[in-house]
């Protein structure tokens, strides 16, 4: 059965460091996401894409993050100047049509 | 704005005893709404789904049915097993608007056998 995979299952990084998490959507969908979930607290939408764009973004979703798909299969989360409070599990999804999400194991991030 | 409240956790019951893990939502218009699963070391999976009032969703024994009168969409299984421990997300996508997935807490369910 098709999956998300995502890469790495845990990021250690140092404050003030660029970090990258990479994702593989399922091959024949068209809508990708990142969500994010800090320790105890709720999955919260970080940004969508479609069609090579951002569609949609939430108020975490600052100028320290990008997105990137870079080629045809990897999906990508950049954070360019991490601080502590960026340690979170990210999750990845995607879904073919706008309503059925299927989310990725998530990686890990630790802020030091 | 939209936001889903779920019962807090860890729920904790006995091998085949009956689970209701209670979820409310508050949303503007007419949402879709989802049950989702993390067993422990892994991601999100979908559970199980209702797309308008009064549809119920099921899957793997569990069911959930979309309740536009009181909001609700509560989560049930008539025996649960030592399998089914895991964190239990209710969330909700609208129709128009965001296209987001608002989620609520998570309920930890522990299953003893």
């Known amino acids: 059965e098709p999956e998300v995979t995502q890469t790495p299952s845990h990021q250690v990084t140092q404050m003030g460091q660029e970090v990258i998490l990479r994702c593989v959507p399922i091959?024949?969908?068209?809508?990708f996401y990142w969500y994010r979930q800090i320790l105890g607290q709720k999955v919260e939408f970080l940004v969508s894409?479609?069609?090579?764009?951002?569609?949609?973004k939430s108020e975490i979703f600052d100028d320290q993050f990008s997105v990137e798909r870079p080629d045809g299969s990897n999906f990508t989360l950049k954070i360019r100047s991490t601080k502590l409070e960026d340690s979170a599990m990210y999750f990845c999804?995607?879904?073919?049509?706008?309503?059925?999400?299927?989310f990725g194991p998530g990686t890990r991030l630790t802020v030091l | 704005g939209d936001s889903v409240t779920q019962m807090e956790g860890p729920v904790t019951l006995s091998e085949e005893a009956f689970l209701t893990i209670n979820c409310t939502y508050t949303a503007t218009g007419y949402p879709s709404l989802f049950w989702y699963v993390q067993y422990p070391g892994e991601g999100l999976q979908l559970l199980l789904k209702?797309?308008?009032?009064?549809d119920k969703g099921s899957n793997k024994g569990f069911e959930a049915t979309y309740r536009k009168e009181t909001t609700s969409f509560h989560l049930e299984k008539g025996s649960v097993q030592v399998s089914d421990s895991a964190v239990y997300f209710c969330?909700?996508?609208?129709?128009?608007?965001?296209?987001?997935?608002?989620f609520g807490s998570g309920t930890r369910l522990q299953v003893q056998p």
């Open positions: 969330a909700l996508i609208m129709d128009t608007g965001r296209r987001a997935l608002t």
């Open positions: 091959s024949n969908h068209l809508y």
């Open positions: 894409f479609y069609n090579n764009e951002i569609s949609e």
């Open positions: 999804a995607s879904s073919e049509e706008e309503r059925e999400q299927f």
């Open positions: 209702a797309t308008k009032a009064d």
